[in-house]
């Protein structure tokens, strides 16, 4: 009998059949995917930072991954390269040893830089000031200095949002003046307030001046600030899905409005003041940061930047310095060193279901000579297992290893799947080198298939056979 069950039991899984078509968006490179952090990180000249710590901890990633230094502190910064007192109505006080600390763990680590400037106190001569001892310190590395956080909250409430185009265009002038060569972010506004991106982006194109390097804006998945009862699933329902499409629409086609360049996430996370204990902190965080990152990627934005604050452990951060000191590193920390190793040079593909399950998400990467496709299953009973088949763009590639993502807490009951401990079997390799003399002597596939189980995300690595 109980073999009988079992055979009933996989004779009912369901199985996704899809194929790996062509390009879609722009390519996968380390500056893809980014840390951002509170700009409080540099008050008390950053004494806060565990440099030798975070170096450690981070050793392992591929340089060249964004910090962006901004969130809601940068606007209650007070800039001094002279020693000035802080007025009162100001937050903290940053200063060059700020900067120098901070260059310590960026420069061994070899991350690019976003410095975030204060726009709420008009003060752009200020700004420039620390435009120019931030590029003095962190040279080249310094890719852009971000104008505001948020402005949507401290500007008029309606369209055409009072002097906000003008102030960037003077801001703008300022820095570039006294740093020509950087380029500018802006408006970095929250991503559910179209009515400010669509405005300031219809601005920008009016005022050439003032049309930043880098369209920026913030998404995060679930409104968590007045909800205590929030599950896990909610990140992952059709709405949550329908939100995000309509966020990155209207982001994506503002910034192409505005005729920026690039255009980013510059602050994203799950859910957003300050995330949910049991939800941003497992699993759950950790897949939907997967989805996310690969999602934005397909539709085209450059950059991806996961926020937290790094000196202060609350549920949404990556990774933060705890009380007594000690680094302490949340689930969805094994996102981003896994999105942070794959983000290597390739060019995501679209994949096709042919029907689709709404549990099943799946991405696809092209690098020069490999593939990689991820499967992110975000359902959570015991009979969400699922058989995915898709095929590949062409039976020239040979399967090297593979990646999972997902927990081994399966006797729990404190909670669902997505609300356990993150476990990581395996590292994402270094394809380039792996790949570079062929897969060798196994055989090669045209359908590559994956036993995805529930809350899970597994990537599969494959060469191509160069004979």
Not at 102 to 128: C, F, H, I, S, Y
Not at 146 to 161: D, L, R
Not at 400 to 425: H, Y
């Amino acid at each position: 009998m109980l073999l009988f069950a079992s055979c009933a039991s996989h004779d009912t899984r369901e199985t996704v059949q899809a194929q790996m078509l062509g390009e879609s968006g722009h390519g996968f490179v380390t500056d893809s995917i980014g840390l951002s952090i509170e700009s409080s990180t540099l008050a008390g000249d950053g004494k806060a930072l565990q440099t030798r710590k975070l170096v450690s901890l981070f050793e392992d990633f591929r340089p060249g991954m964004v910090l962006r230094i901004g969130g809601n502190t940068s606007d209650q910064m007070f800039w001094t390269s002279k020693g000035e007192s802080k007025p009162t109505d100001y937050g903290f006080t940053a200063t060059p040893a700020s900067l120098n600390k901070l260059a310590e763990l960026t420069k061994q680590l070899g991350w690019r830089v976003v410095m975030g400037v204060n726009l709420r106190a008009r003060d752009p001569q200020r700004a420039a000031d620390m435009a120019r001892h931030a590029r003095s310190i962190f040279g080249d590395w310094l890719t852009a200095i971000a104008i505001g956080n948020e402005p949507n909250v401290y500007y008029p409430s309606n369209p055409p949002f009072g002097t906000y185009a003008s102030d960037v265009r003077r801001y703008t002038n300022e820095i570039r003046s006294a740093v020509p060569d950087v380029a500018i972010q802006a408006p970095d506004a929250s991503g559910n307030r179209s009515d400010f991106i669509w405005s300031s982006a219809s601005q920008f194109a009016r005022l050439p001046a003032a049309v930043p390097d880098v369209y920026a804006s913030h998404f995060y998945g679930a409104q968590g600030c007045d909800t205590g009862s929030m599950l896990p699933r909610a990140l992952f329902t059709e709405f949550a899905d329908e939100r995000r499409k309509s966020s990155l629409d209207n982001i994506y086609h503002a910034a192409s409005l505005s005729s920026a360049p690039k255009v980013v996430l510059s602050e994203v996370n799950s859910i957003n003041c300050g995330g949910m204990a049991g939800i941003s902190n497992r699993l759950a965080g950790a897949l939907w940061m997967l989805d996310f990152a690969f999602d934005a990627a397909t539709q085209g934005f450059n950059g991806i930047y996961f926020h937290g604050t790094i000196t202060d452990c609350i549920a949404y951060s990556p990774v933060c310095v705890a009380d007594d000191r000690a680094i302490n590193t949340a689930d969805p920390f094994k996102a981003l060193f896994m999105l942070n190793r794959m983000a290597n040079g390739m060019a995501m593909l679209s994949v096709a279901p042919y029907v689709s399950n709404s549990n099943i998400r799946l991405y696809g990467l092209r690098g020069r000579n490999s593939l990689v496709l991820i499967a992110i299953n975000t359902g959570e009973g015991n009979g969400d297992w699922v058989d995915v088949n898709v095929d590949l763009p062409g039976s020239d590639f040979v399967e090297l290893t593979a990646t999972e993502i997902f927990t081994k807490d399966e006797t729990s009951t404190d909670g669902t799947r997505l609300a356990r401990k993150t476990s990581m079997d395996g590292v994402p390799p270094d394809l380039d080198r792996e790949c570079a003399s062929g897969p060798g002597d196994s055989e090669p596939v045209a359908t590559a298939r994956v036993a995805s189980r529930p809350a899970s995300a597994k990537v599969l690595f494959f060469c191509e056979r160069n004979d």
